[in-house]
């Protein structure tokens, strides 16, 4: 036991020193170790349930990265290393202006990922835990930041590109794939079945605090959100995501990301959910038709009985 936490104690440090060098953009080498590096700290601190005292003394650093580094995909890494320290109680204060600038800089940015995340992550799902802890337990004001934000727009269309769907351009009636028509597999890479419903959970608070103005999204039958969450609940992508759902990591990467083990249950109740907030409130009645035209337009009531 003392020889496994001297080995634990000198990899730990080799880590940190690799953490800490300094990062030219044109050091591709130097960029893909420190990716690496984050990940392979992640995965140390899940193992031991805890945070060495010298992983700790580097937080400031590992902020740093996640706010300063010129390569997006140290954002993405560093935001599963601060996941882990804060769940373990480990003190990580990052401003909340600066925060979401930083996360909207990379869901922009669409970085190709040198270094695959670990339990089959997708890279952005460290991104969207952090801002569903930062709109839960932060200040009212950070959720009305964000949901004035361009931030907010930007998540959805970056989950309908995870989808294959076209965020870009007006998503027009009948481009998503009909009832017996196979869609494209899901990418994975980006967001995993975990990371999609972290995703579900942080519009469904959106939701709850801005009703009326995700209303209005959701009445657009052209909007990205109706055909995104169309696509949710179609055949094709629950047969996609229960074949994914076969990875022994998925169980873990749910876990480690807070997402339940009954993935597939949990993406359909959250759709559910969103759809039902029209109902639930005093909605006058022209958007509320526009709201129904939409959710006949994109075969809700099909893939709800189906």
């Known amino acids: 036991e003392i020889t496994s936490q001297l080995l634990v104690e000198e990899a730990l440090d080799s880590l940190l020193q690799l953490l800490c060098c300094k990062l030219a953009v044109e050091d ?9 590096t984050l990940y392979l700290l992640t995965v140390l601190v899940i193992q031991l349930d805890q945070v060495p005292e010298s992983l700790e003394q580097k937080i400031e650093i590992i902020t740093s990265i996640f706010l300063q580094s010129p390569a997006p995909t140290h954002t993405c890494a560093a935001a599963f ?8 109680g480990s003190p990580v204060e990052i401003q909340g202006e600066d925060f979401l600038q930083s996360v909207h800089s ?8 040198s270094v695959s995340p670990p339990m089959d992550l997708g890279k952005f799902d460290g991104l969207f835990t952090l801002l569903l802890q930062y709109v839960n337990e932060g200040e009212p004001s950070m959720l009305r930041d964000f949901t004035d934000s361009e931030l907010w727009n930007t998540a959805w269309r ?4 995870v989808l ?4 870009d351009r007006p998503i027009m009636e009948g481009e998503t794939p009909r009832p017996g028509q196979p869609s494209p597999v899901p990418d994975w890479t980006t967001l995993s079945p975990s990371g999609i419903v972290t995703f579900l959970g942080l519009a469904t608070v ?10 209005q999204l959701l009445a657009s039958p052209h909007s990205v959100i109706p055909a995104t969450l169309g696509q949710l609940l179609s055949e094709s992508f629950l047969k996609h995501l229960d074949h994914r759902l076969e990875l022994p990591a998925l169980g873990l990467a749910a876990r ?10 949990d993406v359909v109740l959250r759709v559910c959910q969103l759809l039902c907030f029209p109902f639930a409130m005093d909605v006058e009645e022209p958007m509320f038709s526009e ?8 075969e809700f009531v099909h893939h709800l009985v189906q």
């Open 164 to 167: 294959h769907l076209s965020p």
């Open 291 to 298: 709201i129904l035209r939409t959710l006949l337009g994109r």
């Open 81 to 88: 290393l601060i996941i882990q320290l804060c769940s373990r």
């Open 106 to 113: 990379v869901l922009l940015s669409s970085p190709q990922t």
């Open 158 to 161: 970056c989950l309908a590109q």
């Open 206 to 215: 959106v939701f709850s605090a801005a009703p009326h103005q995700s209303l």
């Open 256 to 265: 480690c990301c807070g997402a339940g083990v009954e993935v597939t249950q």
């Open 28 to 36: 591709v080498i130097l960029s893909v170790t420190q990716e690496l």
